[in-house]
Nanobody, 134 residues
């Protein structure tokens, strides 16, 4: 399985900004970074893991949860095998551990996972904690 390393979390005041990164490595033989779609999920204390945003590095397609639309921007640097999530206008309800995940499913199937929850996906990294103070 591809290895994913999330980083960049921290403590920020409400209204502030952070950029978290997801670096991918260890691709299955015959696969490259562009063969995966990368999704960001987050899990707040006591809540289910929820989809935040995803990107297809091969064609630039993106998706955002309604709760972050207009505030968060996802992008990819294919030369660095890295996906970024720029988070602006952060609010206390954005406080969570942010995880990235790599998928080879169709875009339509990925959107289902992003909206309904990651299901049986198991290749989670350690995540990065984002804390927004009020």
């Amino acid at each position: 399985d591809v290895q994913l390393q999330a980083s960049g979390g921290g403590l920020v005041q409400a209204g502030g900004s952070l950029r978290v990164s997801c670096a991918a490595s260890g691709f299955t033989s015959g696969f490259t970074f562009e063969d995966y779609s990368i999704g960001w999920f987050r899990q707040a204390p006591g809540k289910e893991r929820e989809g935040v945003s995803c990107i297809s590095p091969s064609d630039g397609d993106t998706w955002y949860a309604d709760s972050v639309k207009g505030r968060f921007t996802i992008s990819s640097d294919n030369a660095k095998n890295t996906v970024y999530l720029e988070m602006n206008g952060l609010q206390p309800e954005d406080t969570a551990v942010y995880y990235c995940a790599a998928f080879t499913s169709t875009w339509a199937r990925l959107i289902v996972l992003m909206t309904m929850g990651p299901g049986q996906y198991h290749n989670w990294g350690q995540g990065t904690l984002v804390t927004v103070s009020s």
